[in-house]
């Protein structure tokens, strides 16, 4: 097929971004289990957690750095629960991020439709919701924290 090397490497960098993001929600969930410790340092806390973000965005092939790392030190001050459709965490779950990342590259790559169903973004769809169920049931545990 045509595009069948072009679509398995965009499937491919899309499957990896996913795994930054799940990375970061790691990150950003130790950094809301810290903030209720009595000993924790606002400052230093988020110091740390940028490093370590900033670590991870290294092997993003798509992240515009210096604008995420703006939007994660804006995120900061979001107290919202992490259920809520507003909070950190949803937001770097949220799968339509991810494929608007992927939109530019994808709009150039395939011009027209037939092209571009060729592209089975289903794949992707599967393993982010794989990703995603195993990330729930091991860190958000519903007692814990922002619930």
């Known amino acids: 097929m045509k595009f069948e090397y072009t ?12 795994d930054i993001n799940y990375d970061i929600a790691r990150i950003w969930l130790k950094y809301l289990e810290n903030k209720k410790s009595e000993d924790f340092s606002d400052e230093f806390a988020r110091i740390c957690i940028s490093g370590e973000i900033e670590k ?7 992240a515009h750095k210096d604008h995420y790392m703006e ?9 919202l629960p992490i259920s809520s459709s507003g909070s950190t965490i949803t937001a770097l779950l949220d799968i339509d ?9 994808i709009d ?5 439709e037939e092209e571009y169903d060729f592209l089975d973004i289903m794949e992707v769809k599967e393993y982010h919701s794989e990703k995603d169920t195993i990330f729930r049931k091991t860190f958000l545990d519903t007692s814990g924290i922002g619930y």
Do not use: T
Not at 8 to 18: G, P
Not at 108 to 112: I, K, Q, T
């Open 7 to 18: 679509k398995n490497l965009i499937i491919k960098l899309m499957k990896h971004e996913c």
């Open 56 to 62: 991870i965005l290294k092997s993003s092939v798509i």
């Open 71 to 79: 939007w994660i030190e804006g995120e900061f001050d979001n107290d």
């Open 97 to 105: 991020n991810l494929f608007s990342a992927f939109e530019n590259a």
């Open 108 to 112: 150039e790559l395939f011009e027209d």
